[in-house]
T-cell receptor
């Protein structure tokens, strides 16, 4: 597609529920990244994919967080048993190759109540 | 671990003033350097990037940045700002050993008064 697409754009969920966030990168971009941005905070790295493999998942905050990428394209970030501290904007980005700059999506604003 | 420091949290300028936003990183090896901008209500977008070669790089909308290796710096500049430059600016670095992941600074909010 023309840009990085993320869905949903907003998600309100109850504490303890599971959520899935989706990212559709630019076609042909081999690298895909997940970050999150909390209010007043910078960008916190979560995980990145090169193709379908995740060479670096060091930023995932706990084992409640997982992500996968299939077909070298769409990625899903899953948060299980959501907590209030998970509330943030979750950003997805892709790049043509691993060292290049990012094209970001518009993000998913997650609110855990 | 590598880190990125942006010295100014909030900068306020009048239109036509010159801009320089500081960025320093802590990594001694080869780096790729980036500046991103987030305009109000919009998503982050790449402003400019440096990989190698001429240390003075030019980006969109009249912005430029200079890589000074000895100072571990990559400061963003614009000779004359406009009201439309009001935005948040993020510096980011990718290190040679982990070129996939970017480390971002905390961002600088620029407010340009008309």
């Amino acid at each position: 597609g023309a840009g990085v697409s993320q869905s949903p754009s907003n998600k309100v969920t109850e504490k303890g529920k599971d959520v899935e966030l989706r990212c559709d990168p630019i076609s042909g971009h081999t690298a895909l990244y997940w970050y999150r941005q909390s209010l007043g905070q910078g960008l916190e790295f979560l995980i990145y994919f090169q193709g379908n493999s995740a060479p670096d998942k060091s930023g995932l905050p706990s084992d409640r967080f997982s992500a996968e990428r299939t077909g070298g394209s769409v990625s899903t970030l899953t948060i299980q048993r959501t907590q209030q501290e998970d509330s943030a904007v979750y950003l997805c980005a892709s790049s043509l190759f691993q060292g290049d700059g990012y094209t970001f999506g518009s993000g998913t604003r997650l609110t855990v109540v | 671990a590598q880190s990125v420091s942006q010295h100014n949290h909030h900068v306020i300028l009048s239109e036509a003033a010159s801009l320089e936003l500081g960025c320093n990183y802590s990594y001694g090896g080869t780096v790729n350097l980036f500046w991103y901008v987030q305009y109000p209500g919009q998503h982050l977008q790449l402003l400019l990037k440096y990989f190698s070669g001429d240390p003075l790089v030019k980006g969109i909308k009249g912005f430029e940045a200079e890589f000074i290796k000895s100072k571990f710096s990559f400061n963003l500049r614009k000779p004359s700002v406009q009201w439309s430059d009001t935005a948040e600016y993020f510096c980011a670095v990718k290190s040679g050993t982990n070129a996939g992941k970017s480390t971002f600074g905390d961002g600088t909010t620029l407010t340009v008064k008309p």
